[in-house]
């Protein structure tokens, strides 16, 4: 185990809250908490050649220098200032996509103190308003609206083109001096990934970047050791990528590499883009680290490139599945020095709550609270939802009464819906582990609570290799039944009903109790529609949204559609 990557002397305080656990780590919240413009100004004036980002394109990637990046994103400031008349406060919503000309933008609301708001490009796509996109900008209340040259958004809601701007931003020989700023003002806002159904816009101070940032390199100083190297394609939109990514690379004075999305068309883009630049991190999402390592597998040299340099792979620990756990782990050991890590997280949170003190053991660890926050473990409905408290929760929501209260407890933790345990690793290190969304938990009619994201991870891994994910339905019925979607394309369907109905029958014979049993199944015929909400922007399943569009599909399995499970 490589030691150096954690904060030293690292361990788990616990205390009691009346009767409630409370969990904070040993290590300190620094002092010293700068502003990330700051940062990125110390970058400017130390390395001002070193590159900050590259974006795609072709024949050779676009890259933008610490130095440039802070004379051009003051011009910038100015330019939004004087020719958008904007003011310290104003919300500046943007369509950009992750890019030079997006970070730009980003950090010259800084420097003006005005307030980044990334909207989410799916419900813009058309570029007027409509029914789907109208709460976005009625909760945010835009100055102005700002798009990627031929976004039709330009004609259709007015926006600014940003690539105009940028040109006007070039002329500025004098920019104007950053605005004064206090802790509190609001930075950014980012509207919550959908996961349960809901987008809510979360608005992030300065304080809480500047809290966020410090906390995790303390946690984990090997971030800071050597210039971090960062391939990244997660959208700018969404706080992890958005936020947490961009700035842990500027908190660092490392690089990051805009990558394509993951797909069977990119993946060899990828694995030459990683060839090139040899990363010192990789923050994964399971599709993504599936195809990577199809790519990886068995080419030597492209496998020497992305572990060279490599300190560790990151995940949301909640979102391995076993079999894809297993072949890192067994791609890693035949070569690799890396460790695999992970942590846990929400909007509310400015991204990150926790982070793995120790390299993972199995998937599902959360790990530590950051340093300076507080992690509660509250007895809700049978199960202990995971609450916390610190400098990185966020001061509401935003929404048309304005800001309004996170939900918080009597101690003022913020509730996150999620359960968690603390769980025994092998090595004696006791870490918090996830144990699935409180929102998705149900009662069959006989009272009997289904933990449903309990349940899905089990049947997945029971199912494995078959099954990409599986949707449980029951709620007041006597028994479960379950819509399995298949992991790869099967060209003999009966052949892949036999595999599943036998790899179900397993689990019952094991679990026979009716708020585990399956008692019916079918393949699933129809592809998740992101345009009825039924895939989130992270690509996930939201199971409440997709088991009200289809309550016709799962009503049919109950009157016999589908197949039985049998050996």
Known sequence: MNTSLFAPNLRLDERLLGNTRVFRSSVPLPD???????????????????????????????AISYGDAFQLSSGLSTVLSKQCHLRRGDVVATLAPASIEALVLKLSCLHGGFVHAALPPFPFREGTNTPANQPFLTAIQPRVIIAPAGHPAIGGLGAFNL????????????PERPIEHAPADFAAIFFTSGSTGVRTAVPITRQMISSNQAAIAAFWPFLAERPLVLVDWLPWHHVFG???????VIWNGGTMHIDLPPGEATIAATVQLIAAVEPTLHIAVPFGMKLLLDAL???????????????????AGAGIDATLWRRLRRFRDKGGTF????????????????????????????????????????????RLELRVRGPNVAPG?????????????????????????????????????????????????????????????RLIAQCSPLAADIIIAGENRESLVA?????????????????????????????????????????????PDRARGEISDKGQIIRSRFLRNHAALFDALYDNDGWTPSS
């Open 32 to 62: 010293k908490r700068p502003d990330i413009l700051t940062l990125l100004q110390r970058w400017a004036d130390q390395v001002p050649n070193r590159v900050l980002l590259t974006e795609p394109s072709e024949p050779q990637r676009p």
């Open 163 to 174: 690539s105009e701007l940028m040109e006007a931003a070039r002329e500025i020989s004098t």
């Open 242 to 248: 958005g936020l947490d990514n961009i700035f842990k």
């Open 297 to 315: 597998e068995g080419n030597e040299r492209a496998t020497q490139a992305f572990t060279q340099n490599l300190q560790a792979v990151f995940f």
């Open 339 to 382: 460790e695999v890590l992970s942590g846990y997280g929400t909007t509310e949170a400015a991204s990150t709550i926790c982070l793995s003190p120790v390299p993972l053991e199995q998937p599902g660890e959360l790990g530590y609270p950051l340093p300076g926050h507080e992690v509660m473990l509250a007895e809700t409905d049978d």
């Open 397 to 457: 929501y935003l929404t048309d009464r304005g800001l309004v209260p996170l939900s918080l407890d009597e101690h003022g933790f913020y509730r996150t819906g999620d359960a968690a345990i603390l769980r025994e690793r092998q090595d004696g290190c006791a870490v918090l582990a996830f144990d699935g969304r409180l929102a998705d938990d149900f009662k069959l009619s006989s009272g009997i609570k289904v933990r449903t994201g309990w349940l899905r991870e």
């Open 483 to 527: 819509l399995v979607f298949q992991a790869t394309a099967h060209a003999d369907d009966s052949a892949l009903v036999k595999k599943v109905s036998k790899a179900l029958a397993v689990w019952n014979a094991s679990n026979p109790g009716n708020s585990t049993a399956i008692s019916r199944f079918a393949l699933a015929s129809i592809t």
